[in-house]
């Protein structure tokens, strides 16, 4: 049966609506005390040198006083532990209104109070979180996050750090080596992963996740010269016979690739919220640019083409804000699943603020390439995103095949319960069911305002076209489906716009209602351009699963590895 997850049930064909309608808002002293946050850091934005802390590679002392003051290192923690509580929402508007400061302090925020103490916030004792997390809150202390190796980045069953148990018993002893360590020459206190188990080849190594204090054996490198968000303060960090106390073992023992699924799942979150925050910004640059510079005797802003870019900025901006805060919604509501959701967040984040900071550049002109203006800083802080938290290749490979493994087992079920129908006939009357219901007719949204019946159609139909190509594809390769990227790209693809969407017409049907028609004219015209623009992409993905040039492609890069690149020298 399809799960509760909005994603995982689209992939059977089912709209579970009441994940994502009606729009989440927070309740109004959450709201205050999010508005007061945002315009504190406001206040700060104003006197933040964005150009000294890309050229000295720091952030300065006193910005980050004032950050501790502001309150925003314990958005996500809970006030009985000296933080905010503001919930993924709240959390997630703090940090996008930081990335409109400056990217390396969002980026550095963002590290700490994700993927640097999430850990500690889901898999946590009492214990541990009364020793660390008041600390952590106050921003007295930041936290790290360490878990990529020079042979294991997104693979984590390929972690070579070793985690043994100490001479006497009472603790753990780390040794080993970390990459791309974000406040890796700041943190003092990092969630590390290790091996807990001998290597033995064909045997999946058991992980654990550790809390380790950078005063136990934690050793960083010099900061990184790196092509953005040089602020950031990214290391390498050794562990040198690291001791880790029994009680600082976060999760069970041999548990800790699930800590770390469920911690990046967050920092995905948290990167679109930078996305969105970046986005914001240059936009805002971009229609003062196109007001004041001027060709042929009139502002660039009047021709088509500029129109063009900033109208298509504004749309993928509102889309993805759309899909974070739906999903920051999901999770603030208690929905258990939401690792298909977060990384269709990073995804549409990193790819649209990559956009959006080259349309920028582009709309600057001369002044977009000269390093004494921000255009170019903020391209370059724009490029990290597409890997941090997972290369976007790698998450739409998990996209789709995370959202292909239920109606993979269903078919499964299926084919093993007509062997023995007697047995199986409950589950193959379900099957039956919906599939009854599906030939009378496409699942229905019934929350979005009749104002957008065009746009739900299109949804309607597209989920259609999503469930049946799941399923040709998973009848026709099974399990070879593992390995065609391809056939996952147009999967993930499908899903991307789907969920933006959903997003968009959950949140505009809420502007409806509250500002009527005229109100939420903005938000009607940004939603229908969307629609658009997806329809479009839907339906070359779904024309692709039948006609494609895969294997030519695939042909052609194999004989370019074996050329050694490109062979041709123009006579």
């Known amino acids: 049966m399809p799960e509760q997850s909005f994603m995982k049930s689209l992939f059977h ?13 927070p309740q109004p002293e959450g709201r205050d005390a999010i508005e007061r946050i945002v315009g504190a850091v406001r206040r700060f934005g104003e006197r933040v040198d964005s150009a000294a802390i890309d050229r000295e590679g720091r952030i300065a002392e006193d910005d980050l006083r004032t950050l501790r003051e502001i309150g925003v ?15 993924r929402a709240g959390a997630a508007r703090v940090i996008q209104e930081l990335a409109t400061v400056d990217s390396s302090i969002a980026l550095t925020v963002a590290a700490h109070q994700s993927i640097g103490l999430d850990a500690l916030l889901f898999f946590g004792t009492d214990t541990q979180k009364r020793k660390y997390l008041p600390r952590l809150a106050a921003g007295e202390w930041l936290a790290g996050f360490a878990l990529t190796e020079a042979t294991a980045g997104t693979d984590a069953a390929a972690i070579q750090t070793r985690a043994e148990r100490s001479p006497e018993g009472e603790g753990w002893i780390v040794d080993g080596s970390k990459l791309w360590v ?45 092509l953005g968000v040089r602020g950031s303060a990214t290391t390498s960090v050794r562990l040198e016979a690291a001791r880790v106390p029994s009680g600082n073992v976060l999760g069970e023992v041999g548990r800790g690739f699930k800590v770390a699924t469920q911690v ?18 240059l936009v805002s640059m971009s229609v003062a640019r196109a007001a004041e510079r001027r060709a042929f005797g009139r502002a660039i802003g009047g021709f088509g083409l500029i129109k063009d870019k900033i109208a298509r900025m504004m749309v993928d901006t509102f889309a993805l804000e759309s899909a974070l805060y739906a999903t920051a919604g999901l999770i603030d509501g208690g929905t258990a699943e939401w690792s298909i959701e977060s990384a269709i967040c990073k995804v549409l984040g990193s790819e649209t603020a990559w956009r959006v900071a080259n349309e920028a550049a582009q709309i600057a002109g001369g002044l977009g390439y000269m390093a004494d203006h921000p255009w170019e800083r903020l391209l370059r802080d724009a490029r990290v995103h597409m890997v941090f938290e997972g290369t976007n290749e790698t998450l739409r490979c998990f996209v789709a095949l995370a959202g292909m493994q239920g109606p993979g087992r269903e078919i499964t079920d299926v084919t093993r319960a007509m062997r023995e129908p007697i047995k199986g006939f ?29 746009e739900t159609v299109l949804f309607e139909e597209a989920t259609v076209e999503l469930a049946r190509n799941v399923e040709k594809v998973l009848r026709k390769h099974g399990k070879e489906i593992a390995e065609m990227q ?17 997003a968009c017409l ?35 993905n779904v024309r692709a699963f039948e006609r494609n040039d895969d294997e030519l492609l695939k042909a052609i890069a194999q004989r370019s590895y074996a050329d050694g690149g490109y062979p041709f020298e123009a006579p």
């Open 426 to 454: 409950g589950l193959l009357s379900d099957f039956a069911l919906r599939k009854a219901r599906s030939a009378l007719g496409r699942e229905r949204l019934h929350r979005v305002h009749p104002l957008l019946n065009k």
């Open 486 to 502: 391809f056939t996952q790209r147009r999967v993930a693809d499908l899903a991307i716009d789907l969920y933006a969407l959903a």
């Open 73 to 87: 290192f314990g958005a996500t923690v809970p006030r009985e532990h000296g933080g905010l509580g503001l919930g």
């Open 182 to 226: 974000t406040n890796g020459a700041t943190a003092d206190v990092f969630t590390v992963f290790a091996r807990t188990s001998p290597a033995e080849e064909g045997v999946k190594p058991r992980i654990t996740a550790f809390l380790v204090e950078r005063g136990h054996g934690v050793i960083s490198s010099e900061p990184w010269p790196t």
């Open 264 to 281: 990046l799942d967050g920092g995905r979150v948290a990167l679109a919220a930078q996305c969105v925050g970046l986005c914001k910004r």
């Open 13 to 25: 064909g089912v709209i579970a609506e009441e994940l994502v309608s009606p729009w989440p808002e």
């Open 506 to 540: 959950s949140r505009t049907s809420r502007a409806i209602e509250k500002k009527g028609e005229d109100g939420a004219r903005r938000e009607i015209e940004l939603t229908t351009a969307f629609a658009g623009h997806a329809s479009d992409r839907i339906a070359a």
